[in-house]
């Protein structure tokens, strides 16, 4: 599964949401496709209040403060 990792640069949150996602990288096949905001003028308007942002399958699993665990449910959920 592909995962779209929203993010920008010197974001104490985003880093933490990487490193769980890394975590869970370890537990299923997750392919993180990191995308900094910053890049495009779209994204920083769609985003930029929000990130960091982790989607899948075209839908949002979740922003801001990442659970490891809501975010491990929600992507069993989606792989079946």
């Known amino acids: 599964m592909t995962i779209t990792f929203y993010t920008k640069n010197h974001c104490p949150l985003c880093d933490k949401a990487h490193m769980i996602l890394e975590e ?10 990191k995308i900094d905001i910053y890049q495009s003028d779209e994204l920083i308007e769609k ?17 801001g ?16």
Not at 25 to 30: I, R, V
Not at 49 to 61: F, H, K, Q, R
């Open 24 to 33: 869970l990288q370890e537990e299923m096949p997750l392919e993180i496709r």
């Open 47 to 63: 985003y930029g209040l929000m990130i960091p942002v982790i989607a899948a399958e075209g839908e949002e699993l979740q922003y």
């Open 65 to 80: 403060q990442i659970n490891k665990e809501n975010l491990r449910k929600r992507l069993l959920t989606i792989n079946k």
